[in-house]
């Protein structure tokens, strides 16, 4: 695992955390290493074959992060900007790439982190 996708994976990790206000876990898949899993997987690399395909592994986290975005959107301070959560979220259904879901938690995260200062 590179420093990139590291970082990367604990954005996808600090997303969930923010929208459901809590800790590192399982739970909400609050944990980076679902985003791992699947951006390994996707190189080919399977050194969890308990986890099951990249695509099982690319829904699961595509099903977290479309469950944080729909909670952003119902959630104050982040249901000021309701539409743009409901929008990145229907972006979701057309992905089939963690650098392309990427592109969606980024952008959800840094408008968190923007309506959390105001």
């Given at each position: 695992m590179?420093?990139?996708?590291?970082t990367q994976a604990m954005k996808y990790e600090m997303l969930v955390r923010n929208v459901y206000n809590c800790q590192r876990g399982m739970r909400n898949g609050a944990d980076l290493c679902f985003m791992q899993n699947a951006m390994t997987m996707e190189r080919g690399e399977t050194f969890a074959k308990h986890l099951g395909s990249f695509e099982k592994?690319?829904?699961k986290v595509k099903n977290y992060i479309s469950k944080a975005l729909t909670k952003a959107s119902k959630t104050t301070p982040f249901s000021k900007e309701s539409e743009f959560f409901i929008t990145l979220n229907n972006r979701l259904e057309y992905l089939?790439?963690?650098s392309e879901l990427m592109d969606i938690v980024n952008l959800?995260?840094?408008?968190?982190?923007t309506l959390k200062k105001e």
């Open positions: 590179s420093k990139d996708e590291y592994q690319f829904e089939s790439s963690t959800g995260l840094d408008k968190i982190i």
